[in-house]
């Protein structure tokens, strides 16, 4: 019997709602599978636990986390308890950055019975590939405090060590899929850092001539994922680029309740950690309508991440027939609850033992 240990940390707002659920789809998913079982650890690190102790996790927690086989995260972020800034480096950042998980996955494809905002959806089945450890989001820079003079800089680095490493993930993916490249750029000299990305895009593509590439200001690429979704495969983005284009991805899948994502380490020293595309959603936690597929779908990649691809599928299958049958929470046209929807496929999923 394999047996995955897996750190969950459900953080903050509806984290502590999706990730039980999820939890408990999991869980099922063992019982259905016969030779995949799971060894779950919570930790409740959270801006909860910051006001209790005055950090996001313990000096330790590194270390607590370390051996386990992934980590299972919800959201982080509760502004009305702690500033995002000190919630977001002291947990989330603090994660993926320790831990070495300089990509970040992030598909956005049509569910059925999930209607997108588009009126006219082609059916598209896209991933972005976000280098999820520098770029924009660079420790550098900090705020000059001059009276009216007051300034705020923030640095951009962008090392060829990192770049080369997301491009070649993401060419990498791009040879088993559609074997299809966009690069997400913004070269027009306004940013430096650009040109750079660019030369690198250009330098990695040739161990690829298989592949097709092109290239799209990030501009004009955030209105081809409105107008042309079904354009694109793969696309490789700096991290607020990658970030931004994410949630578009997730609006014109009909929702960011349902969008997956997973922070990978690539070279085997550290747990990765899988998360939503969502946050913490403050504005609806506690009314139990929070979408679990998002939660839900990122399981299904912590097992693809593992090997386990083929339960995975049928996992995600499962939760297409629950939205396909309406089974859906309000933020996707429908009428259920949180527990209704994952209810429905725990059942569906025990109907395919
Ligand atoms: P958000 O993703 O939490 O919410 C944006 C909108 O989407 C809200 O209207 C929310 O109700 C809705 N939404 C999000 N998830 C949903 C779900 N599962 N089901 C139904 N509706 C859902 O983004 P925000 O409001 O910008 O951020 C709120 C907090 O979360 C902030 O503190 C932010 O820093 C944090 N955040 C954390 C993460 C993370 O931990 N990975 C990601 C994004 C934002
Ligand atoms: C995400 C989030 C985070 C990010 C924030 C909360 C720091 O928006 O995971 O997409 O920008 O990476
Ligand atoms: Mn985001």
Known sequence: MKKLKIASIPGDGIGKEVVPAAIDVLKAVSEIHGGLSFEFMDFPYSCEYYLEHGSMMPEDG???????????????????????????????????REFEQQINIRPAKLLNGVRSPLVNPKDFDL?????????EYSEVGGRIFREEDEIAIQNNIFSRKGTERAMHYAFDLAAKRNK?????????GIVHSMPFWDEVFKDVAKNY??????????????????????????????????DILTDLGAAIMGSIGIAPAGNINCNGKYPSMFEPVHGSAPDIYGKGIANPIGQIWTAKMMLDHHGENEIGNVLLDVVECTTADGIMTPDIGGKHS????????????????
């Open 62 to 96: 590194l270390k607590r986390l370390k051996d386990f086989d992934s980590i299972f995260l919800g959201a982080v972020g509760n502004a009305k308890l702690v500033p995002d800034h000190i919630s977001l480096w002291g947990l989330l950042i603090k994660l993926r």
């Open 180 to 188: 299809h490249v966009t690069s997400a750029t913004k070269s027009n």
């Open 127 to 135: 991933i972005v590939v976000r280098e999820n450890s520098e770029g």
């Open 338 to 353: 949180t527990e209704e929807v994952t209810e429905e496929i725990i059942k569906r999923l025990k109907e395919k033992a």
């Open 209 to 242: 001539p298989e592949i097709e590439t092109d290239s799209q200001h990030i501009d004009a690429l955030s209105a081809f994922f409105v107008t042309h979704p079904d354009k694109f495969d793969v696309i490789v983005a700096s991290n607020l680029f990658g």
